[in-house]
Antibody, heavy 115, light 110 residues
């Protein structure tokens, strides 16, 4: 079973870039698909996309294709979610999750984008 | 991918049972036995309650159970307790390493 620990909260301005991380522990990180989930304030869970760290095979939900980049560094068991130019509408809680088998989730990273 | 359909809210009195439905299609809920249910209290991360339709993670009370019939999955909570009041989300594998969530159901314990 993989355990996931995410990076801390971020406060950014519109137009800035950002990369948040999700570090896995346990021997199975590179052989588990790792996904990202958005939860906007007061709203439900939205699936953003997923990566297989062993070979960086990445799939995006159509709603998020082109809006974010998902990547991974298997040497340090870490997956990433990044934005090149943040907007206020990107303000949300972001969770990483290993959704298959017995699912595991990170604790969440709060991203606030405000001028 | 369309979201799975859940009732916006359900309610029950302590000790009663409630069931939350989650309706999808043959491409997600109906086509795979990979439905999960999450409990989320305000300000907290989602907590896994059920996976693979009806399996409980270690530590989840057996008051929580899951089932599936056709394109509809269900979460049943028996012996309702005050601490069960939360939002509940279903999710399903939708093929091609895609996952889809339900819109969430607010459970109120009267």
């Amino acid at each position: 079973e993989v355990q996931l620990v995410q990076s801390g909260a971020e406060v950014k301005k519109p137009g800035e870039s950002l990369k948040i991380s999700c570090k896995g522990s346990g021997h199975s990180f590179t052989t588990n698909w790792i996904g990202w989930v958005r939860q906007m304030p007061g709203k439900g869970l939205e699936w953003m996309g997923i990566i297989f760290p062993a070979d960086s095979d990445t799939r995006y939900s159509p709603s998020f294709q082109g809006q974010v980049t998902i990547s991974a560094d298997k040497s340090i068991s870490t997956a990433y979610l990044q934005w090149s130019s943040l907007r206020a509408s990107d303000s949300a809680m972001y969770y990483c999750a290993s959704p298959f088998g017995e699912p595991a989730w990170g604790q969440g990273t709060l991203v606030t984008v405000s001028s | 991918q369309s979201a799975l359909t859940q009732p916006r809210s359900v309610s029950g009195s302590p000790g009663q049972s409630v069931t939350i439905s989650c309706t999808g299609t043959s491409s997600d809920v109906g086509g795979h036995n990979y439905v999960s249910w999450y409990q989320q209290h305000p300000g907290k991360a989602p907590k896994l309650m059920i996976f693979d339709v009806n399996r409980r993670p270690s530590g989840v009370p057996d008051r929580f159970s899951g089932s599936k019939s056709g394109n509809t999955a269900s979460l049943t909570i028996s012996g309702l307790q005050a601490e069960d009041e939360a939002d509940y989300y279903c999710s399903s594998y939708a093929g091609n390493y895609d996952v889809v969530f339900g819109g969430g159901t607010k459970l109120t314990v009267l």
